[in-house]
């Protein structure tokens, strides 16, 4: 593994990019789909305003957790994909510990 205070290369940096956007996409439908279990009872502030605020609090959450590494997800796909790239943009290759 490289250390972290190498440059990256605008490959690397695109893919970390790319890696991290995915994660968060992924966790917006986790959380979607969680939210869309009914447990049979009926929903005490189901309005429109509600449901608006739980979708965009639930996108923030993907977008920090994706970017801090808290899944490791994007850490994992940046580093798979990381392989295919040149040896010159390989230098962007994820450090160990932040994602």
């Known amino acids: 593994m490289r250390g972290a205070s190498e440059p990256q290369t605008s ?3 695109a893919l970390r990019k790319a890696a991290q956007g995915f ?3 992924f966790l917006r439908q986790i959380l979607a ?3 869309q279990t009914s447990f049979g009872g009926e929903d005490l ?3 429109q305003a509600s449901e608006t605020f739980t979708q965009m609090r639930d996108e923030r959450f993907a977008e920090i957790a994706s970017g801090t590494g808290a ?3 994007a ?3 940046e580093a798979q994909l990381a392989r295919v790239l040149p040896p010159a943009a390989a230098a962007a290759e994820p450090a160990s510990g932040k994602g």
């Open 33 to 35: 789909s969680a939210r």
């Open 23 to 25: 994660e968060a996409i």
């Open 75 to 77: 850490r994992q796909l």
């Open 45 to 47: 502030f189901g309005n």
């Open 71 to 73: 899944f490791g997800l």
């Open 11 to 13: 490959e690397g940096a």
